[in-house]
């Protein structure tokens, strides 16, 4: 599966963004849909994940009750709902699907086979 995220841009703090992320290819809207993140001198963060139905939710600790994961499967689009965002939110933004059939954890970059190029998520305090 190939993937394309995007909606990135600079915002205030306290405001909002809607990230989205394409995918294309086999299995596009059979895939679990992982996003990451990325700051400057930091090691890449889970943010969010939504299984391959959107019947499975999980998000990292630091978005939690901010940021909310969906998906259009009509559309191979999963959205990453993006409020009341803060400085250290600052970073980009990765989307990333694990290998078919695969074991994959899903706050584990490390078992993710596809990635998007990313979007980059600047805000200002």
């Known amino acids: 599966v190939q993937l394309q995220a995007s909606g990135g841009g600079l915002v205030q703090a306290g405001g909002s963004l809607k990230l989205s992320c394409e995918a294309s290819g086999r299995a596009a809207s059979s895939s679990a849909v992982g996003w990451f993140r990325q700051a400057p001198g930091r090691e890449r963060e889970f943010v969010a994940h939504?299984?391959?139905?959107?019947?499975?939710?999980d998000y990292g600790n630091s978005v939690k009750g901010r940021f909310t994961i969906s998906r259009d499967n009509g559309k191979n689009t999963v959205y990453l709902q993006m409020n009341n965002l803060k400085p250290e939110d600052t970073a980009v933004y990765y989307c990333?699907?694990?290998?078919?059939?695969?074991?994959?954890?899903?706050?584990?970059?490390?078992?993710?086979?596809?990635w998007g190029q990313g979007t980059l998520v600047t805000v200002s305090s």
């Open positions: 990333a699907a694990p290998p078919p059939y695969s074991d994959y954890v899903p706050s584990a970059d490390g078992t993710y086979g596809s």
């Open positions: 939504i299984s391959a139905r959107g019947t499975t939710k």
